[in-house]
């Protein structure tokens, strides 16, 4: 409640009253859009949701080519299906702009606000909602990745990382300064596995996010690895997490990197972990296309992506019998069920697992028969 006793998003607070509007379809749909921008932020939610949700509304305006208070469902079902079969987005990402969408007509449709009543004085209709649960996608299964999405065999693993390391030694043979971000993106990949990151988590390390693990001495001051812009819910700041360091060789590609090549970088004064050639911090864009390049030249699945790297960590740390307890908390999931989807086993390790558990059952059966 405002210090006039408005509250956030109201009509009032963004239409002088008793004055005729110049343009009043532009004007009190851009009030509309303001005030919902004051009603989401004092939810405190994070600017960027705030952003996107507002972005998705004027879409469907323009798409819709009608103002709120016109809109009606059959609006909804004709940009969805334009969504689904020309711009081909995935169920996810309908279901979000869909709920945006939902989200901005229970705002105006709130008696709180004042909404209805002003659309009704000067354009004699009002806003409804026109997004529900018969026209509107339904979060129906946990995993809603594409299928062809999975995690790195070991063998493709290493082929990726042995790739990475020869461009580094082709790039530097050449005598090219270009060994140096060869360089860093090798080691970035490496950390992001050894970690189980996902993109930004990786781009927003800094140097100082490495601790000691006082029940890991051999890891000396990389046994811990603090996660400070891990994946938010929506309209939540980013998650932070601290994950452990498992992995020997895990240190030792850390420092070679802070170490001896990092101090190369043009940028290397940045507290970011992976400086840029161009900047302090090394973009989404570049993990993306130097991933896409090296997977490509090591002749690996085009279904690999960034992400195939913490699912592999997930799957061969399983692999390995670490606890799903610990790999659930190393990836910050909230879920068991959320790290069963990520993990993708072999099935020669399936096939391992099942050996154990009969050759277990058969041992049981024949001791007891044995003491009987």
Request: net charge neutral.
């Amino acid at each position: 409640m405002g210090g006039d006793g408005l509250i956030p998003g109201s009509a009032r607070l963004h239409l002088i009253d008793g004055l005729s509007l110049l343009r009043p379809d532009e004007q009190v749909f851009e009030a509309m859009i303001k005030g919902w921008r004051n009603q989401q932020l004092a939810r405190n939610l994070s600017l960027g949701y705030i952003n996107d949700q507002e972005r998705t509304v004027q879409a469907f305006t323009r798409h819709a080519d009608a103002m709120p208070w016109q809109w009606t469902p059959q609006h909804v079902d004709e940009w969805s299906a334009d969504l689904r079969a020309v711009h081909g987005c995935v169920r996810s990402t309908l279901r979000n702009y869909q709920g945006s969408v939902r989200q901005f007509c229970d705002f105006l449709t709130n008696p709180a606000y004042g909404w209805s009543d002003e659309c009704l004085r000067h354009f004699g209709t009002h806003p409804v909602q026109v997004v529900y649960d018969w026209n509107a996608a339904t979060h129906a299964d946990e995993a809603e990745g594409e299928p062809e999405r999975r995690a790195f065999t070991k063998p493709e693993l290493e082929a990726f990382f042995d790739h990475a390391d020869e461009e580094v030694l082709r790039v530097r043979g050449k005598g090219r300064k270009g060994w140096l971000p060869a360089f860093r993106d090798s080691a970035l990949f490496k950390v992001a596995y050894a970690y189980g990151l996902r993109r930004n988590e990786t781009r927003m390390l800094d140097l100082t996010d490495f601790g000691r693990n006082p029940e890991g001495r051999e890891f000396g001051g990389y046994g811990t690895l603090l996660v400070r812009y891990g994946k938010a819910k929506k309209g939540s700041p980013p998650k932070r997490r601290s994950v452990l360091t498992v992995w020997h060789w895990t240190p030792g590609t850390i420092e070679e990197w802070i170490s001896e090549v990092r101090p190369g970088m043009r940028h290397s004064t940045s507290r970011a972990l992976w400086p840029s050639e161009r900047g302090p911090r090394i973009g989404l864009q570049r993990l993306d296309s130097r991933f896409a390049a090296y997977r490509d030249a090591a002749g690996l699945d085009p279904a690999l992506e960034f992400h195939s790297l913490p699912r592999s960590y997930i799957t061969h740390l399983i692999e390995d019998g670490h606890d799903p307890l610990f790999v659930q908390q190393q990836v910050g999931h909230d879920h068991a069920s959320t790290t069963a989807i990520y993990t993708c086993v072999s099935s020669d390790f399936r096939t391992r697992s099942l050996r154990r558990v009969l050759d277990a059952t058969i041992e049981a059966a024949l001791r007891q028969g044995r003491t009987s």
